[in-house]
């Protein structure tokens, strides 16, 4: 099994949880119905980073025919396959809530919960788009389980649009859990 810890493609790395960390109005931004899923398949967590919003459920399937454990921060339950979801709704944000089989060593996950609606996942071309922006100054923050945190000050124009790009380092810190 290829590790998942770092897939980077030209210089791109995938993966990357990008949000939005100081800037934003003070707004409430509706938590959406949508569910998310980690699913168990091939003794693999997929996908291996997963990003929702504080208050939105994530269900922790197991689509194998072998039993696994879902270990986080917050449950250790071993999980049949074909058993119904684990269910977890986050309370507050976390960035890299590490998930492990204890059976099936070489399989883990990450999952981050962020309290509005500006984040985004990088694909393996490391693209990010985040959602509409209003005009104003804002801090971006990428987190890499490998690489650590990045951060990056940018502007958004009235009327405009802004680019930011980052440059992670395998040699930054990692600091998993809440914050």
């Known amino acids: 099994v290829l590790s998942e810890k770092l897939i ?24 959406p119905e949508s569910i998310v899923t980690l699913n168990q398949e091939g ?5 291996h980073v997963v990003a929702l919003r504080v208050g939105q459920e994530l269900h922790i399937l197991n ?7 879902v270990h ?24 890299g809530d590490s998930y492990v089989c204890d059976i099936h060593p070489w399989m883990s996950a990450y999952v981050c919960a962020v309290d509005h609606p500006f ?16 005009p104003g100054k804002y801090r971006l923050t990428a987190w890499q389980e490998k690489c650590g945190r990045t951060r990056a000050e940018f502007t958004v124009p009235p009327g405009g649009t802004a ?3 980052f440059q992670v380092s395998a040699g930054g810190s990692s600091r998993r859990g809440r914050r």
């Not at 689509?63 to 454990?69: A, E, F, G, M």
């Not at 250790?76 to 979801?85: E, I, L, T």
């Open 163 to 165: 680019e930011v790009s």
């Open 119 to 134: 984040f985004a996942l990088t694909g393996t071309d490391g693209h990010f788009e985040l959602p509409e922006l209003p």
């Open 43 to 47: 003794c693999m967590y997929k996908p």
């Open 63 to 69: 689509s194998d025919d072998t039993t696994h454990n």
């Open 8 to 31: 980077v493609t030209d210089g791109k790395v995938a993966n990357v949880l990008v949000y939005i960390d100081r800037g934003l109005p003070d707004a409430v931004y509706p938590v």
């Open 72 to 95: 986080s921060p917050t449950k250790n339950v071993n999980q049949p396959g074909g058993a119904k979801p684990q269910v977890v709704k986050y309370e507050r944000s976390t960035i």
